[in-house]
């Protein structure tokens, strides 16, 4: 079982809906990251989380520490936003020792 | 202020060869983190350097290696290549270790034949 899973796999959308993307984690962190990455491979960072809900633009993250688990919402989808969307934990194993460990992505295809 | 850069972008080698990529982290940047993609295994960790340490090291074996340098530069070395090894290899940089935002490079295509 990886230690962090995402679902959907993949997920269509239609031009203005509302979407939901989860992560699910086993191991204890010290932050949660949300990445995109576009066909080509950049990857750019959309948010960094330990606690609460940060939102940016139409991007709305969320973290709860005690069920492990993250939600990245977009609002008002565009095609643009087609992208995979990767979860990110940064694990804490053992004193100041971490790194990060990636999700499997979610492909995200965002229809006219 | 300019973002990550590696090079080179795209790579082929054989079987057997040795190879070094480079990243040069945005200036100020003082941690940088090496990572692996394919499309089997995803993204995975291959190691951390802070101030020209090693700070953290993924499960990989020790034919990759590191090192950063006093302004923060960033090389990494695979050796005795194999063919599955080929991936794309990101570096990213942050200011500081662990609660800092990533910035990742472009990436280097790496083909092993």
């Known amino acids: 079982k990886n230690e962090v899973e995402q679902s959907p796999q993949n997920l269509t959308a239609q031009e203005g809906e509302f979407i939901t993307i989860n992560c699910s984690y086993s191991v204890g962190i010290s932050a949660l990251h949300w990445l995109q990455q576009h066909p080509g491979g950049g990857i750019v960072s959309l948010f960094m989380?330990?606690?609460g809900k940060k939102k940016h633009g139409r991007l709305i993250a969320t973290i709860n520490i005690q069920e492990k688990h993250s939600s990245l919402h977009i609002t008002a989808s565009h095609p643009r936003d087609s992208a995979v969307y990767i979860c990110a934990v940064r694990w804490n194993y053992g004193g100041a020792t971490n790194k990060l460990i990636f999700g499997t992505g979610t492909l995200l295809a965002v229809q006219p | 202020k300019a973002g990550v850069t590696q090079t080179p972008r795209y790579l082929i080698k054989t079987r057997g060869q040795q190879v070094t990529l480079s990243c040069s982290p945005i200036s100020g940047h003082r941690s940088v983190s090496w990572y692996q993609q394919t499309p089997g295994q995803g993204l995975q960790f291959l190691f951390e350097y802070f101030s020209e340490t090693q700070r953290n090291k993924g499960n990989f074996p020790g034919r990759f290696s590191g090192r950063q340098f006093s302004n923060s530069r960033s090389e990494m070395n695979v050796s005795t290549l194999e063919l599955g090894d080929s991936a794309l290899y990101l570096c990213?940089?942050?200011?500081?270790?662990?609660?800092?935002?990533?910035?990742f490079g472009p990436g280097t295509r790496l083909t092993v034949l």
């Open positions: 990213a940089s942050s200011f500081w270790r662990n609660t800092d935002t990533q910035y």
């Open positions: 989380l330990s606690s």
